[in-house]
C-alpha cells in the first residue's frame, strides 16, 4: 500500500482529463475542511512533463479545491503510477461511485477511453459498467454538449435520450434534442417514427417501381401535359396515378401498368409519394385525357393533406389518451379530479340539451384501458363486469370514462369550394374537443406547439383557418 505523504496545494494540478468538469458549490466542503481539516487523502501521479515534485490529480478534484478556499498550504496525497486508460478509468469509477458525474460526463469519459483503442468489453471490465450503459452512454456523448445540458435541465430522462438512437437523419435528430424536456417532443418524436417508417417504405416502392419506370429529377405542372425534367433534358408526360404512404401503407400492390413494354413510364419520390407519369405524344392526347388527368391529380393531392390531417389528428389524440391512461391524482395533489368528472358531465348534458346531441362512450376502448372483458358489439358494460373497478379505483375509472366522453371528433373539416372547383381542408371550431383539452391542462397535460396551431387553426397546411378570434390559451 502506498505511503501517504503532505504535499504543496500548488504543486497539485487538476487532470485535465478529468470527466467531471462541474465541481458544483464548494462552501460547505471548504467550511468543514476549516474546522476539521482533510480527512481523506488525494490520490495523485507524477506530472509527466514538470520537475521538482508537480502532480496530477487523480482523486480528489473536490478536497483540492475546496481546501484551496479554506487555505491550506499542503494536503495528504497517495503518490501512484498507472497508465493513461487507467487514469481515465479510475477518475471515472471514482466520480461515478459518488454519483458526481452527469450522464454527459461519463459519456465522455467513456468516450475517452474507446477513443485510446479500447473495446466496449474492456472498458467494462476496466470500470465494472455493463455494456449495455457504456454504449448508451457514450453516444449520448456525441450530441451537442450544450443542448444534452439543457434537455437534462428541462427533466429530459436517459429513456427520451435512447430514443434518438433509432434516427439516423441528423436533421430530425437535431430537432428531437432541441424538443427534449419540452411538450413538444412526444409529438415530435411520434411523427417522426411514422415519417421513419414511410421513408423506408417508399425506398421499397421505389425498388419494384424502377423495375418498368424511369426515375426523373423533376416535373412541372403545366396544361394539358406535365413536364418532366430527366439530366437537363425535358419530356412530356401525362399523369397516371401516385403510390401514397398516407393511402396505401405496407400493404399497397405495386402494379405494373398493362402497356409498360410498349410505353416509357416515369416516376418521382416525393417526401410521402411516389408519382407515376407516362410519356406521351402532344398530338395524340386529346384536350379531355389532360382534363381528367389534372382532376385526378387534384383528388390525390386532396387525398394526401386530408390523410395527413387525420394523421395528425390520431397522433394528437393518442398523445392526450397516453397522459390520461397514466394519469394518478397524487401526481397533482392541488387538483379535485371530481371536478374534472363534473365538468365533463356537465358539458356532456349541455350538448344533449343545446343539439340534442348524445356521445356515444366508445364502449371497446374503454373496457380494453379499464382492463375488463367486453363483448364486440354491446351497448354497455354488465354491472358485474363495472363493480369491481367501481370499488377499487373508483376515481380512476369515472375519470376514463369522463375523459372518453369528451374527447370527441376534430378541429378541422373538408369542404367543396365551388369558385376553385376542388375540395379544401378548413378548420372547425370544436368547443366540446376545446374543453376536454382545457380540462386535461388543468390536469397538468402539456400540448405541443403542432396541437396548438392545430386548435386555433393556425396550422399553414390549413387551406382556410381560424378568423383569428379564437382564444389562444385553453
Avoid at 487523480?58 to 486508460?85: D, N, Q
Avoid at 390520431?314 to 379530479?337: C, P, S, W
Avoid at 373508483?394 to 367543396?416: H, K, N, Q
Avoid at 403542432?450 to 397546411?461: P, V
Wanted: charged share 30%.
Amino acid at each position: 500500500m502506498a505511503d501517504i505523504v503532505m504535499l504543496p496545494i500548488d504543486h497539485l494540478i487538476p487532470h485535465p482529463d478529468n470527466p467531471r468538469k462541474d465541481l458544483g458549490d464548494l462552501t460547505e466542503l471548504a467550511d468543514s475542511i476549516r474546522s476539521k481539516g482533510v480527512l481523506q487523502n488525494l490520490t495523485v501521479i507524477p506530472h509527466p512533463t514538470l520537475n521538482n515534485g508537480y502532480y496530477f490529480i487523480l482523486i480528489g478534484h473536490r478536497r483540492h479545491a475546496a481546501a484551496e478556499l479554506a487555505g491550506l498550504k499542503e494536503l495528504p496525497c497517495t503518490v501512484v503510477e498507472m497508465s493513461y486508460e487507467d487514469q481515465i478509468a479510475t477518475m471515472l469509477v471514482e466520480n461515478m461511485q459518488r454519483s458526481d458525474l452527469t450522464v454527459w460526463e461519463e459519456g465522455k469519459g467513456l468516450q475517452m477511453m474507446m477513443n485510446l483503442g479500447k473495446s466496449v468489453r474492456e472498458v467494462s471490465e476496466m470500470t465494472g459498467f455493463s455494456e449495455t450503459k457504456i454504449r448508451s452512454r457514450e453516444k449520448l456523448a456525441r450530441l451537442d454538449e450544450k443542448k444534452v445540458k439543457k434537455a437534462l435541465s428541462r427533466g429530459a430522462t436517459l429513456f427520451d435520450f435512447a430514443e434518438l438512437e433509432a434516427f439516423d437523419d441528423p436533421e430530425e435528430k437535431a430537432k428531437l434534442l432541441d424538443a427534449l424536456g419540452t411538450a413538444d417532443f412526444k409529438n415530435l418524436l411520434s411523427k417522426f417514427k411514422s415519417e421513419k417508417r414511410n421513408r423506408e417504405l417508399l425506398v421499397e416502392w421505389e425498388g419494384q417501381i424502377s423495375r418498368w419506370a424511369v426515375k426523373i429529377d423533376e416535373s412541372i405542372w403545366g396544361t394539358p401535359y406535365v413536364k418532366m425534367l430527366l439530366g437537363g433534358k425535358e419530356i412530356l408526360g401525362r399523369y397516371y396515378r401516385n403510390y401514397g404512404t398516407w393511402n396505401q401503407g405496407k400493404n399497397a400492390v405495386i402494379e405494373k401498368p398493362k402497356d409498360a413494354d410498349k410505353v416509357q413510364y416515369y416516376f418521382k419520390v416525393s417526401k410521402s409519394q411516389i408519382d407515376v407519369y407516362s410519356a406521351v405524344d402532344a398530338e395524340s392526347v386529346s384536350k379531355e385525357e389532360a382534363v381528367q388527368a389534372e382532376k385526378q391529380r387534384k383528388r390525390d393531392e386532396f387525398d394526401a393533406k386530408k390523410a395527413k390531417f387525420a394523421e395528425m389528428t390520431t397522433r394528437h389524440r393518442q398523445l392526450r389518451q397516453e397522459f390520461i391512461k397514466g394519469f394518478r391524482a397524487y401526481q397533482k395533489k392541488d387538483v379535485n379530479v371530481w371536478e374534472f368528472i363534473s365538468e365533463s358531465l356537465i358539458e356532456a348534458n349541455l350538448m344533449v340539451m343545446s343539439y340534442g346531441y348524445q356521445q356515444d362512450v366508445r364502449m371497446e376502448a374503454l373496457a380494453e384501458w379499464l382492463g375488463i372483458t367486453y363483448s364486440k358489439g354491446a351497448r354497455e358494460l354488465t354491472y358485474h363486469e363495472f363493480m369491481p373497478l367501481k370499488n377499487n379505483e373508483p376515481e380512476r375509472t369515472a375519470l376514463l370514462i369522463a375523459y372518453f366522453m369528451m374527447d370527441s371528433g376534430s378541429f378541422w373539416d373538408s369542404r367543396w369550394n365551388a369558385e376553385k372547383q376542388q375540395y379544401e381542408i378548413v378548420w372547425k371550431n370544436n368547443p366540446r374537443l376545446e374543453k376536454c383539452v382545457k380540462l386535461l391542462t388543468w390536469l397538468g397535460y402539456n400540448e405541443s406547439q403542432e396541437e396548438i396551431k392545430m386548435r386555433r387553426g393556425s396550422l399553414e397546411d390549413f387551406d382556410v383557418g381560424s378568423d383569428g378570434d379564437i382564444d389562444g390559451e385553453v
